[in-house]
């Protein structure tokens, strides 16, 4: 086969098939869609005018277990880069290994960590074994892809803004080799902000930069560290992502435009993220911690041109009117917007309390010291990765009961299954009465989502990271329950004896109910005066619902839906109502600019 001259970067402006081109990106990520919409996303993107997709490839998730490698239905990146091909995109591909990406621990899966040595992000030999064992399952199938094969592929990202963490001097090198190696042939190129860009490069590839405004001269920057090179904003930043607890945030469509209107002026490519954020399903949301934890929403919505659900924004409007002028052609007509529907409220019939369904637990296990998620020997020894662990003991006194820090993320503490507290970051000590007589003190951690950014990166281990101490004297002898709440779990839950609701359910406790549907339609669930847990619809873990926000409801996409009747299972750590609602939109419960504005607030 004739070699094609692919992305060129070799003078001022990118040239592609030794044409002049122009990238105009957005980054849509697969694994946070439904695969039903694929094509109903990548569609509004072309029809807004943009001429390439960008999107992360999540580690963790096409290799959950070590050796066990996954890329069918929802993770079958093949098919949705030949989908973006169909429809006249290019791609550009970031596949990592870490990715940030408001992920849990940035993309790397969590077996990395039961190497009490592993220094994530490094040549650490650990780290880089596993990261030669995965690529050499996915490159391959990236190589057919490429431009010069006669796929869609121009440009391949070398991991992810390492600048801005910068511990190893080799690992870049390690990372270009790796792909290189394995016949990765198109434009190679890093991604830093501000900050990364002094230390983020490394020979042969294009850097880029990441940034939402003008004021600080990073293009200015970028042109100076490559003169005579194109500058590309790899992330522009349409919007910004939440944490629990803090308000929404949300960027001005006006002011986002005259910021793009000024770049494009200025020959600069740009690639949107998130052009459409998506959902972060399950428990793959990540955290950020410099000096206070702080875990992610479910939702991904980022105040991006398109919503969590797909709908139109001024944003995009504004955009695709812009862009139109960029591009040669009539842009397409956008998809028509997909209906959405409030169903009428679902009554929770039956419960099983969190104690009967420890029977279910996939892994039950006695040791003296308690042991982390990611060293308890569950999940083919790959350890537990996500949801909840229950650590058990018996105590013969009272006194002040010290976590040192060591409860990972959360965790609700009980004597003999009576509630008596929390403990976090911000909580660490609870006081135990007195008895003479011997008593189960329980601790129910939840793994609330690996810190995905910074310097925590290394020291994510969750459930008791540590000795727990009563007056001082460290807890021995526990018993510690996965419960990791896959599918194989809820779905172990059936064959368990539900109680109905009328007899005063104790908490936490999972709870049922059936929502009937003539036709599947996208909604929004919403649970007003319930506290804090998880959603399952037909298995499907939605994510986290927790009253102190900003997220109030979370996205059900239609194609998940059934006609008939479909199960809705709501885990609920404190307190639960008879009903659970539903919306044709999204609820916020306050909202704030990316200046820090507080500007609006919804009842």
Known sequence: MTEREGLRADSPHFTLGGAPFRILGGSIHYFRVPRAYWRDRLLKLKACGLNTLTTYVPWNLHEPERGVYLFHEQLDLEAYIRLAEELGLWVILRPGPYICAEWDLGGLPSWLLQDKN??????????????????????????????????????????????????????????????????????????????????????????????????????????????????????YWSGWFDVWGEPHHVFDAEEMITIVRELLDRGVSINFYMFHGGTSFGFMSGAIDFGTYKPQTSSYDYDAPLTESGDYTTKYHLLRKLLSTYNREPLLEPPVAQSRRAYEPVMVTHYISLWESLRCAETHFTADDPLSMENLPANHNNGQSYGYTLYETDIYSGGELNSRNHVRDRALVFIDRELIGVLDYRNQKIRISHCKSERTLCLLVENCGRVNYGPALDNQQKGLNGDITLEDVPLKKFTMHCLDMKPSFINRLQSLKWKSVGNKPSYPAFFRGSLVVDEPTDTFVKLPNWSKGVVFVNGQNLGRHWSIGPQKALFLPGPWLRIGDNQIIVFEELKAVESIYFAENPEYSKIIDVSGQLFCTLV
């Open 118 to 235: 592993m220094k994530l992000r490094t040549t650490y030999s650990g780290f880089t074994t596993a990261v030669n064992s995965y690529f050499d399952k996915l490159i391959p199938r990236i190589i057919p892809l490429q431009f010069n094969g006669g796929g869609p592929i121009i440009a391949v990202q070398v991991e992810n803004e390492y600048g801005s963490y910068a511990k190893d001097e080799q690992y870049l090198s390690f990372i270009r080799e790796a792909l290189l190696s394995r016949g990765i042939s198109e434009l190679l190129l890093t991604s830093d902000n501000r900050e990364g860009l002094k230390c983020g490069g490394v020979d042969g590839v294009l850097q880029t930069v990441n940034l939402q405004k003008l004021s600080y001269g990073d293009v200015h920057n970028l042109a100076e560290l490559q003169p005579q090179k194109p500058l590309l904003v790899m992330e």
